[in-house]
């Protein structure tokens, strides 16, 4: 089964920008669809952005399209999220997770990392 280990969150103003990476191990990542979810304290998960097993589709959630892109490295078995003028209400621990399928439903992803903080200060 893969390990999932996130990078990259941190404090950063409004406005600004964030790379988060997930450094997968374990059995072929090329082979997973990969997601990124997040949860505010207090707020249930919600899906962010997928991307297919290949690369070739993504799917964003509509709070941050425009500004977050999702991509992966299938040669490095790293998953990225790319966030672009960062807003306060982006403020919360981000998650990556592996899905046998293409999905922006959280249940239907079966491995997930630990998380990273990312906190955006008006």
């Known amino acids: 089964q893969v390990q999932l280990v996130e990078s990259g969150g941190r404090l950063v103003q409004a406005g600004g920008s964030l790379r988060l990476s997930c450094a997968a191990s374990?059995?072929?990542?090329?082979?997973?669809?990969m997601g990124w979810f997040r949860q505010a304290p207090g707020k249930e998960r919600e899906f962010v952005a997928a991307?297919?097993?290949?690369?070739?589709?993504?799917s964003v959630a509509a709070s941050v399209k425009g500004r977050f892109s999702v991509s992966r490295e299938n040669g490095k078995n790293t998953l990225y999220l790319q966030m672009n003028s960062l807003k306060p209400e982006d403020t919360a621990v981000y998650y990556c997770?592996?899905?046998?399928?293409?999905?922006?439903?959280?249940?239907?992803?079966?491995?997930w990392g630990q998380g990273t903080q990312v906190t955006v200060s008006s």
């Open positions: 374990g059995r072929a990542f090329s082979t997973d669809t």
């Open positions: 997770a592996a899905a046998p399928f293409f999905s922006a439903i959280a249940g239907q992803y079966g491995t």
């Open positions: 991307i297919s097993s290949s690369g070739g589709s993504t």
